[in-house]
């Protein structure tokens, strides 16, 4: 099995669900026992000041507002994601690449809009998980297209144009895609 981790999943436009149609997902995590990774492109009708207001934080800051939260995935909706910079002081972080980490403890959240924020960072609640085999099944029904990970996608793309700018990233037109794999 090859891994996934720091790479996107991007949905084929034959995908018909109400969640994951048009996604593009960054896989945080992905071994033989499953895989894990958050939606970058479904904002929620939340930006980062409002949540951390609702979650009475000091710094939620007018600088904060306007920054979105995006809905990760369908998966544990009320626990929140930190993909971010390399970046140590953190309770629970996970290193993912030479780029990006992922934290999701709270310690993360009172440096937001402050200096010592991560230099780039998102926001997201709730996650998209596979179980064993899930994934790759879906590899083979040819649900998604998977290209390694880019941070200018990430962080430098407006999130309503990164599943479109993942596609294109591979040279193609994802509208010309055939809805059928070839398996030779």
């Known amino acids: 099995m090859q891994s996934l981790q720091n790479y996107f999943l991007v949905a084929m436009p034959t995908l018909n669900d109400d969640f994951f149609e048009r ?3 960054y896989v ?4 033989e026992k499953g895989a894990m990774g958050l939606v970058l492109n479904v904002n929620l009708d939340l930006d980062l000041c409002q949540l951390l207001t609702q979650m009475r934080m000091e710094n939620a800051s007018f600088s904060l507002s306007g920054k979105p939260v995006l809905s990760g995935g369908p998966v544990s909706t009320d626990r929140g994601f ?5 970046m140590d002081g953190f309770h629970a972080s996970m290193s993912i690449s030479d780029e990006l980490m992922m934290t999701t403890s709270l310690d993360i959240l009172s440096t937001l809009g402050t200096s010592a924020e991560p230099k780039q960072y998102l926001v997201a ?14 590899l083979l029904d040819n649900t998604w297209l998977t290209i390694p990970a880019s941070s200018e ?3 430098n793309t407006p999130v309503e144009d990164r599943w479109l700018a993942a596609s294109k990233s591979l040279g193609i037109d994802i509208w010309q895609i055939a809805p059928e794999a070839g398996h030779a």
Do not use: K, R
């Not at 945080?28 to 071994?31: D, L």
């Not at 998209?128 to 099944?137: D, K, S």
């Open 23 to 25: 996604s593009l997902i």
């Open 28 to 31: 945080c995590e992905h071994t």
């Open 82 to 86: 930190v993909l971010h910079t390399p």
């Open 125 to 138: 609640l709730g996650y998209a998980g596979w179980e064993e085999g899930q994934l790759e099944q879906e």
């Open 153 to 155: 996608i990430i962080f």
